[in-house]
């Protein structure tokens, strides 16, 4: 802003050393003193204008802090859902390790049993054969008063069947769960 000869004058006291550096600022840039503190002061007033107020740093500060709990939240939350999900891929492997195990002998052609027969395809795997294993199951009215024999597998673990069947139930609980959770 060029002055001029009717402007207002200010007299100020400043530090030596300022003094000496606004006379080589002046210098390098070929200006009167008046000029260069007159420049100076305005680009240092504009400055001061521009600086974000304490009230706006703080908002910004507790924006950012929420942002980063938020962020740790999800983590957290990404983490228990990764274990979760390992803990399942690793029950349904034990799961499938135990079905394949023998648990007793077919009562009709007294082949091997395994898990699976008795609870997935519920029949005898010799194809010769093929009894349905589905009374083993379901209870029927003779078996509610006295056992029928001839409905159970021989030397059946029952103990091993039971832990299969309470296996699969929390998987498809869990799995039940997860698809309720995700709609
Ligand atoms: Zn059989």
Same mark, same amino acid.
């Given at each position: 802003?060029?002055?001029?000869?009717?402007?207002?004058?200010?007299?100020?006291?400043?530090?030596?050393?300022?003094?000496?550096?606004?006379?080589?600022?002046?210098?390098?840039?070929?200006?009167?003193?008046?000029?260069?503190?007159?420049?100076?002061?305005?680009?240092?007033?504009?400055?001061?204008?521009?600086?974000?107020?304490?009230?706006?740093?703080?908002?910004?500060?507790?924006?950012?802090?929420?942002?980063?709990?938020?962020?740790?939240?999800?983590?957290?939350?990404?983490?228990?859902?990764?274990?979760?999900?390992?803990?399942?891929?690793?029950?349904?492997?034990?799961?499938?390790?135990?079905?394949?195990?023998?648990?007793?002998?077919?009562?009709?052609?007294?082949?091997?049993?395994?898990?699976?027969?008795?609870?997935?395809?519920?029949?005898?795997?010799?194809?010769?054969?093929?009894?349905?294993?589905?009374?083993?199951?379901?209870?029927?009215?003779?078996?509610?008063?006295?056992? *029928? $024999? =001839? @409905? !159970? +597998? #021989?030397? %059946? *673990? $029952? =103990? @091993? !069947? +039971? #832990?299969? %069947?309470?296996?699969?139930?929390?998987? #498809?609980?869990?799995?039940?769960?997860?698809?309720?959770?995700?709609?």
């Amino acid at each position: 802003m060029p002055t001029e000869m009717g402007a207002p004058v200010l007299y100020i006291r400043i530090p030596p050393e300022l003094k000496r550096q606004l006379g080589v600022y002046k210098d390098e840039r070929a200006q009167t003193l008046t000029a260069a503190v007159t420049e100076l002061l305005e680009r240092g007033l504009a400055a001061v204008a521009d600086e974000p107020s304490v009230e706006e740093r703080e908002t910004r500060a507790t924006r950012l802090e929420e942002e980063l709990a938020l962020t740790r939240i999800e983590l957290a939350e990404a983490n228990a859902a990764l274990t979760a999900l390992r803990g399942r891929e690793l029950e349904l492997k034990t799961l499938g390790e135990r079905a394949e195990l023998t648990v007793g002998h077919c009562p009709s052609c007294r082949k091997a049993v395994r898990g699976t027969d008795v609870l997935l395809t519920q029949r005898c795997p010799n194809p010769d054969c093929g009894r349905s294993f589905k009374s083993l199951l379901l209870p029927t009215k003779a078996g509610a008063n006295s056992v *029928d $024999r =001839t @409905e !159970l +597998l #021989v030397g %059946l *673990d $029952r =103990t @091993e !069947l +039971l #832990v299969l %069947l309470g296996a699969l139930g929390i998987i #498809v609980g869990a799995a039940y769960v997860q698809s309720r959770a995700g709609n």
